[in-house]
């Protein structure tokens, strides 16, 4: 049993061109039409986006004194993406109406810093922690910009006061709050390595991103594996040195043997080296752990596969991305990537164990803009993102949440806010998938 678990931890599993090279739109994967002018601004004066419940260690959603819990990214609705951001939440008696609660931190950990996604917990403790990333500009060498990236982690205790026939919930000041980790520039690069690298190989391709060489080291998401009482923290990351570096090129990377088999890799393919980074908490408190090599890298392929989720479910762990087609370094000439937004999912037997693609692509949700790439997406009243996979009440179903770039205001207008956007049902057989219902389950408080 030793060796079987020593085996697959060092198991690094591979989303592959050939993978990449079959996604198509269907019925089965395409995001369902939807009525922007049921969606509502969870925050008034707030766009609110990345979203996440508070989930039980076993990965459950919480119930805390008879509330669940919702934590999201917000930034006030006058500053541009890239500014302000904050993490507030948001809690809800019935399941469905969720109040504003406020910011998670009254304090940053750090003055100047930018608050991205993560996930958080009820401990068996009863207290809540959170763990997420902090975010800071930093300029290199040549001018290129990047965003630092690292961990951090808090605790705090709830609160429930009386406020004459409601109940009001807070957290408490963190008892604890500190960094959890950065990148170690071994096994996931920092961003002085990927802006290096960018005056290495300067961004050639014409179509989709005309960014800098994409750094990213975020979103961590607690996990606890039932089955051997490990906990760990899986995140968006790039490859470092000594584990599938970037500007590596193999057959595994690729497909199979028959697939492509003249394939050069361009410059923008050569900087692809996202991954799914992998934390083993080593302490009772959560508040320290180790790096493990990559579970899933996206070489060759693309730089960012975010919003990493992992679940249980009919025996099986299953992994959950989130990525854009135009930072696919396919999407030339081919529309099933151009201005798609996605989400893949994998299949193991164990966490930690060889990954296989759903769908033989990977894809299980997907969504298109028209127009110019990015451009066509902050116009799309349909847009759609960072989907997220949770346990459903219903037995064999998922509930996949997301954040909508349109809703209706308090004036009875759609606006460009964005608010949590409707919440897509999906089944789940073998290493198939397929959307099943659509539903309005997160929205404001009545006014």
């Known amino acids: 049993m030793k060796e079987k678990t020593k085996k697959a931890a060092s198991t690094v599993s591979h989303w592959t061109r050939e993978a990449a090279s079959k996604i198509k739109a269907t019925a089965a994967n395409t995001f369902p039409p939807f009525d922007p002018s049921k969606l509502r601004p969870l925050m008034p004066g707030y766009h609110v986006w990345d979203s996440w419940f508070v989930l039980s260690e076993a990965g459950h959603v919480a119930h805390i004194n008879g509330y669940r819990v919702l934590i999201a990214l917000v930034r006030p609705a006058g500053l541009d993406q890239g500014a302000g951001e904050k993490i507030a939440y948001f809690y809800s008696k019935d399941g469905k109406h ?48 990047q965003t630092g990236q690292r961990f951090a982690t808090a605790i705090q205790s709830v609160i429930v006061e009386e406020s004459g026939d409601d109940e009001v919930l807070k957290f408490a000041k963190p008892k604890y709050h500190a960094l959890l980790k950065e990148p170690d520039g071994l096994l996931y690069e920092t961003s002085e390595q990927a802006a290096k690298r960018e005056l290495q190989w300067p961004t050639a391709h014409t179509t989709g991103s005309d960014q800098t060489d994409n750094f990213c080291f975020r979103d961590p998401k607690f996990f606890l594996d039932a089955k051997t009482g490990k906990a760990y923290i899986f995140f968006e990351a790039n490859t470092g040195q000594e584990c599938c570096p970037a500007g590596s090129v193999k057959r595994e990377y690729i497909g199979s043997a028959g697939y492509d088999a003249d394939y050069t890799p361009a410059v923008d393919d050569l900087k692809a080296n996202g991954c799914v980074g992998v934390i083993e908490l080593t302490n009772d408190d959560y508040t320290y752990g180790e790096f493990k090599k990559p579970w899933l890298t996206s070489n060759l392929v693309t730089d960012e596969i975010e919003r990493i989720n992992v679940v249980p479910h009919n025996g099986h762990i299953y992994l959950f991305v989130a990525a854009h087609g135009n930072k696919c370094t396919l999407v030339a000439g081919n529309e099933d990537l151009k201005n798609r937004d996605y989400m893949l999912g994998f299949r193991a037997k164990e966490v930690l164990g060889t990954l296989e693609p759903l769908n033989e692509s990977g894809i299980v949700l997907q ?33 996949c ?37 659509m539903k309005y389950d997160i929205l404001p408080v009545a006014a």
């Open 98 to 145: 969720y109040k504003a609660g406020g910011f998670l931190f009254e304090q940053p950990l750090y003055e100047g810093v930018r608050e991205w996604s993560g996930s958080t917990i009820l401990r068996r403790d009863g207290n809540l922690q959170t763990f997420y990333t902090v975010a800071d500009g930093r300029e290199y060498a040549g001018g290129i910009w």
């Open 367 to 399: 969504q298109k803009s028209l127009g110019a790439a990015y451009g066509g997406q902050e116009t799309n009243q349909q847009y759609v993102y960072s989907w997220l996979i949770v346990p459903s009440d219903k037995p064999g179903v998922l509930d």
């Open 401 to 437: 949440i997301s954040y909508a770039n349109y809703s209706q205001d308090t004036d009875g207008q759609i606006k460009p806010i964005k608010t949590a956007g409707p919440t897509v049902e999906m089944r789940i057989s073998g290493l198939e998938s397929h959307i099943t219902n």
